[in-house]
Structures are given as C-alpha cells and as structure tokens.
C-alpha cells in the first residue's frame, strides 16, 4: 500500500489548507485513516482519524473546532482541511492506514504511512 500526501504548503496565520492523502489499495474502504504530524525537534503526534465507514471521528484537542477529516473511499483519498491556521501548527503532516478493529489516536496501530506534506504557518 502506498499513500501519498499532498497540499501543504507556506499559508499566514488564520489561513486554510486543504490536505490530500492519495492510496494505491483498493481495500481503501476497509482501512481506518489517521492524520499524524511532526515538528522540529518534538515527537509526532496525533492530530484526527476517521473510520472506514465514515461514522466516527476523533480529534486531538488542539485541532478540534478548526480541523475536518473526511475521505472519499470511491476515490481511495482522505482529506484533512485545516482552518484558522496557527504558527503552532507548523509541522510535517502525514497520513496512515490502520486495519484494526476500531478507529484510534495510537500511531501503532497504523500500519501503513506516507511521506507526509510539510505545512508552515507563518506568524
């Protein structure tokens, strides 16, 4: 399986981006997607994910009330559109496929990633 990230990219303080998360599998509708990021010098962490058949969402709180994930499984992509964008979400986004039992926030259980698709917000 194969997922590439797209539309990051240089945007001000409380701009928007949209990101993409392109897979090659056609069992894209039975995997769980989770968006994950890193930034400098810190861990990745957790940022949404969304379950295979669209019913359930989770947030971290940081992002919660700004961020959306969604998917589209006839197009085999994820989105996570990125609103009121803050300096503090700088970081290298990628997104991940997980084929347990029930959608999570642990990045271990994900056993599929991208290369991810840096995103600078500037102040």
């Known amino acids: 399986v194969q997922l590439v990230e797209s539309g990051g990219g240089l945007v001000q303080a409380g701009g928007s981006l949209r990101l993409s998360c392109a897979a090659s599998t056609r069992a894209f509708n039975t995997y769980h997607v989770g968006w994950f990021r890193q930034a400098p010098g810190k861990e990745r962490e957790f940022v949404a994910a969304?379950?295979?058949?669209?019913?359930?969402?989770l947030y971290a709180d940081s992002v919660k009330g700004r961020f959306t994930i969604s998917r589209d499984n006839a197009k085999n992509t994820a989105y996570l559109q990125m609103n009121s964008l803050k300096p503090e979400d700088t970081a290298l986004y990628y997104c991940a496929l997980s084929g347990r039992t029930s959608v999570s926030d642990d990045e271990y259980v994900y056993g599929f990633w991208g290369q991810g698709t840096q995103v600078t917000v500037s102040s």
């Open positions: 969304i379950n295979w058949i669209r019913s359930n969402t």
